[in-house]
């Protein structure tokens, strides 16, 4: 029998500059590097060779040469990097054996500029819809621009995300075909400070806080867009969820690799932040009939993570209405409140895992941990 491979999408928007091509290549780049493999128990793989060449390229250009890749170099592209268990024993009815990490980006210069033929609009509409495949969306605010424009941050602010709520409205007709509105799309917008090296005295909660206190009413405005989009829009997060993210830490002559900032966080949110969201929203009254594809993707998740919440679970599970077929497999045991208190008990059931060579558990739990890791050591802000 073959691998059972388990895809998730992210996407990430950023204007021109905003350091999504750094982003990508650091990610990748790092994940190569001796030691990664041992420290993590997987490898990452590109699924495509010659893209996974150029990456690993830009990465040591700017670890021995300090030089950065020129912007927007790939366009709009996909990136596939499956995420493959080192020495996994692949125990029976584990509902996948490795991970697909599926990278949207949306070229920076789209932002700004209006196509240029109606190829390029057919291109760009096809892009769009691509990304919306994912559950996880990343908007890249660029901490370059928050320096240029200290003490007037909303300045940048204001014109990044009027562009991007405006270029989502310019393609809503052809989106939205027949006015219907959609299922599958990003629930979980988060909204990221790139170069977060050059904000050293800024931790996630103080970039909220700037966020909120300077442009609070635009992104209400781009909630409110992007809720014109979504079927079900009660199931629809943006503004609650923020992340800090160095590619690298930059200085005259040099760029050091090593020192990232919340890189390694990305796989984590794009895996487990949708199985707690989901449960929060089903927790707050949210019929699981609005987020049933994202319950049966993120179920899977939960399905490893079940023997950490118990007892404390099951008595959840008794509030959640059943829908069909769906419920019955996974009992939606992704319920942020059982995931909670698992802490201790997540370290241990990935401890065991490891014990016995079921790497695929112990990457699912010890993603969850990296999180909580996250929120603890400031890089990471998730809704309460």
């Avoid at 190829?119 to 096809?126: D, I, Q, T, V």
């Avoid at 090593?258 to 927790?283: F, H, S």
């Avoid at 698992?342 to 065991?352: G, L, N, V």
């Avoid at 490891?354 to 112990?362: I, L, Y």
Wanted: net charge positive; hydrophobic share 45%; charged share 25%.
């Amino acid at each position: 029998m073959g691998m059972k491979v388990k895809d998730q999408h992210i996407a990430v928007f950023g204007e021109s500059g905003s350091g999504k091509t750094v982003l990508l290549s650091s990610f990748y780049g790092a994940s190569q590097e001796a030691g990664f493999v041992d420290r993590n128990k997987y490898q990452v793989l590109a699924d495509d060779m010659a893209q996974g060449l150029r990456l690993a390229q830009n990465y040591l250009r700017m670890d021995k040469e300090a030089r950065v890749p020129p912007t927007n170099r790939f366009g709009a592209q996909t990136y596939s990097f499956t995420l493959k268990p080192d020495g996994d024993t692949a125990p029976a009815g584990r509902p996948f054996d490795a991970l697909r990490l599926i990278w949207h980006d949306y070229p920076g210069q789209w932002f700004a500029e209006d196509p240029s033929s109606e190829k390029e609009s057919a291109r760009r509409l096809r892009t769009v819809s691509d990304l919306l495949q994912s559950d996880v969306a990343i908007v890249l605010v660029d901490g370059q621009k928050l320096v240029d424009y200290a003490g007037e941050e909303e300045k940048y602010l204001k014109s990044m995300l009027w562009a991007l709520c405006n270029g989502l409205l310019n393609l809503k007709g052809d989106i939205l075909k027949n006015r219907k509105k959609l299922r599958t799309i990003p629930r979980i917008w988060i909204l990221a400070l790139s170069k977060a090296d050059l904000h050293p005295d800024l931790d996630a909660p103080g970039f909220r806080d700037l966020i909120i206190e300077k442009v609070g009413d635009d992104v209400s405005r781009l909630q409110k867009t992007l809720r014109g989009f979504v079927a079900d829009s009660q199931a629809f997060s943006l503004g609650e969820d923020y992340m800090l993210l160095s590619s690298a830490k930059f200085e005259p002559g040099k760029i050091l690799v090593a020192d990232r900032v919340g890189v390694d966080l990305i796989t984590p949110v794009a895996c487990l932040l949708p199985m707690e969201r989901v449960a929060q929203w089903i927790e707050l009254g949210i019929h699981p009939k609005a987020v049933q594809a994202l319950l049966e993707r993120s179920g899977v998740f939960a399905a490893l993570l079940d023997g950490s919440v118990g007892a404390a679970a099951g008595k959840l599970f008794g509030k959640v209405p059943r829908v069909g077929k769906l419920l019955a497999p996974i009992a939606v045991p992704a319920l942020q409140g059982a995931l909670k208190l698992a802490t201790a008990k997540a370290k241990a059931m990935r401890d065991a895992a490891v014990a016995k060579h079921d790497v695929v558990t112990a990457i699912v739990t010890q993603f969850r941990m990296d999180l909580e890791d996250g929120v603890r050591d400031g890089l990471l802000v998730k809704r309460p």
